[in-house]
């Protein structure tokens, strides 16, 4: 008979997984090129990038409200299980795929794998942190950050000696993952699925807090889509030094991430909202008028205050709902974020006829604009004190 481990067990292996997923998930910018060589018409080679691009969008981030709403119904099926199996099948075979129907169709499939994972997940992370829900659920989200950055870095190095062959191991990951755990998983699945209620499962708290986390991340997508072009065009940095702050950036958001959890268990929610969407904005306007190792420093301090309160937006997601609600949390982690990633497509556009400065400094404008909707949240989760909410 199958004996659950222990609760700190459990939340160490879902972020662990949790890395693993979000690295499939990534690697797909990083074996883009491979791909488009392979099955591209030369000619065609942005068109179809582009469109990789909203088919990963699409699936991978709006997929997970589907799949929450079908936990948030009842539906008994191990959708974090699946997801893992089915990520690792369908990104990896995709470095493989022989041409542009079966690259869109894995592209699809590993997508939804992807998705599937992510709403059973978060609401079990923080139902198995019990009192410090916002440290279980930085540490859960800083596992997906450093497989975001690391696993796709390691697949290219594997590939640079191994070539196509790298993706078998690449997929062994996941699968051996899904073996070894399975139980586990299910069992977790199982128990961060609803009883069936079937009252609203949407909010007007919700959809402010899916308003103000759309808006914030426009500003992380943008910057790490968008600064790439200007630290080579604008600033003229080669390849490495370029690598090196996109890569800080990143960096430094996960680290913001994984102290936001503790402080928000320990210090009132609106103040670090409030300084979380603020104070990112002058930062990030200095850091693009800076020269010098100021630049980077300043454009790296901003991006650790703005994503400190991640863990936490979250946490409000699933407290803006009547119990806990996978669907809630897939607003916030998938809808938020694939919403953010199509609007990508309009701001390229604004981008090549205003240039790239201008469209930096309006994106760091937004967490500041962000902050004008934190009124509309209900008092009773942003007015939280943890000797309250405990």
């Known amino acids: 008979m199958y004996k659950p481990a222990s609760p700190r067990a459990q939340i160490l292996w879902l972020t662990v997984t949790h890395g693993v997923v979000d690295a499939y998930a990534l690697s797909v910018p990083f074996i883009l090129p491979i791909l488009l060589d392979r099955v591209a018409p030369e000619n065609y080679r942005a068109f179809f990038a582009g469109a990789f691009?909203?088919?990963?969008?699409?699936?991978?981030?709006?997929?997970?409200?589907?799949?929450?709403?079908?936990?948030?119904?009842?539906?008994?099926?191990p959708f974090l299980w699946l997801g893992i199996g089915t990520a690792a099948v369908g990104m990896s075979l995709l470095g493989v795929a022989p041409n542009l129907p079966v690259a869109f169709l894995l592209m699809l499939v590993g997508g939804l794998g992807v998705a599937a994972f992510?709403?059973?997940?978060?609401?079990?992370?923080?139902?198995?942190?019990?009192?410090?829900?916002?440290?279980?659920?930085?540490?859960?989200?800083?596992?997906?950050?450093?497989?975001?950055?690391?696993?796709?870095?390691?697949?290219?190095?594997?590939?640079?000696?191994?070539?196509?062959?790298?993706?078998?191991?690449?997929?062994?990951?996941?699968?051996?993952?899904?073996?070894?755990?399975?139980?586990?998983?299910?069992?977790?699945?199982?128990?961060?699925?609803?009883?069936?209620?079937?009252?609203?499962?949407?909010?007007?708290?919700?959809?402010?807090l899916y308003l103000i986390v759309t808006v914030r991340t426009l500003t992380v997508i943008g910057l790490l889509n968008f600064m790439s072009l200007y630290l080579d065009q604008e600033m003229a940095l080669t390849d490495t030094p370029r690598a090196l702050v996109l890569s800080g950036f990143i960096l430094c958001g996960s680290i913001g991430m994984l102290f936001g959890g503790p402080l928000s268990d320990r210090f009132s929610r609106?103040?670090?909202?409030?300084?979380?969407?603020?104070?990112?904005?002058?930062?990030?306007?200095?850091?693009?008028?800076?020269?010098?190792?100021?630049?980077?420093?300043?454009?790296?301090?901003?991006?650790?205050?703005?994503?400190?309160?991640?863990?936490?937006?979250?946490?409000?997601?699933?407290?803006?709902?009547?119990?806990?609600?996978?669907?809630?949390?897939?607003?916030?982690?998938?809808?938020?974020?694939?919403?953010?990633?199509?609007?990508?497509?309009?701001?390229?556009?604004?981008?090549?006829?205003?240039?790239?400065?201008?469209?930096?400094?309006?994106?760091?404008?937004?967490?500041?604009?962000?902050?004008?909707?934190?009124?509309?949240l209900p008092r009773a989760i942003v007015g939280v004190r943890p000797a309250q909410g405990a």
């Open 53 to 77: 691009a909203a088919t990963g969008a699409a699936s991978t981030s709006i997929g997970q409200v589907g799949f929450a709403w079908l936990a948030d119904r009842g539906v008994k099926a």
């Open 118 to 208: 992510h709403p059973q997940s978060a609401v079990a992370a923080a139902r198995l942190s019990q009192g410090a829900r916002g440290f279980g659920m930085s540490v859960f989200i800083f596992g997906g950050n450093v497989g975001q950055a690391a696993g796709p870095l390691l697949l290219i190095l594997a590939y640079a000696a191994w070539s196509t062959a790298v993706f078998a191991p690449a997929m062994v990951v996941g699968l051996a993952l899904c073996v070894i755990f399975g139980r586990m998983y299910v069992s977790i699945a199982r128990d961060s699925t609803s009883k069936g209620v079937t009252g609203p499962f949407w909010s007007r708290a919700l959809f402010v």
């Open 270 to 376: 609106l103040p670090l909202l409030l300084v979380s969407l603020v104070l990112p904005t002058p930062i990030f306007l200095l850091a693009l008028r800076a020269e010098g190792f100021a630049f980077p420093l300043l454009l790296l301090a901003a991006n650790f205050l703005l994503q400190l309160t991640t863990p936490l937006y979250i946490l409000l997601g699933q407290e803006t709902m009547d119990r806990p609600s996978n669907l809630a949390t897939s607003f916030v982690m998938g809808g938020a974020w694939g919403t953010a990633g199509l609007l990508q497509l309009p701001i390229g556009a604004i981008a090549n006829s205003v240039g790239l400065a201008p469209v930096l400094s309006g994106l760091s404008l937004l967490p500041a604009a962000a902050a004008l909707l934190l009124p509309f």
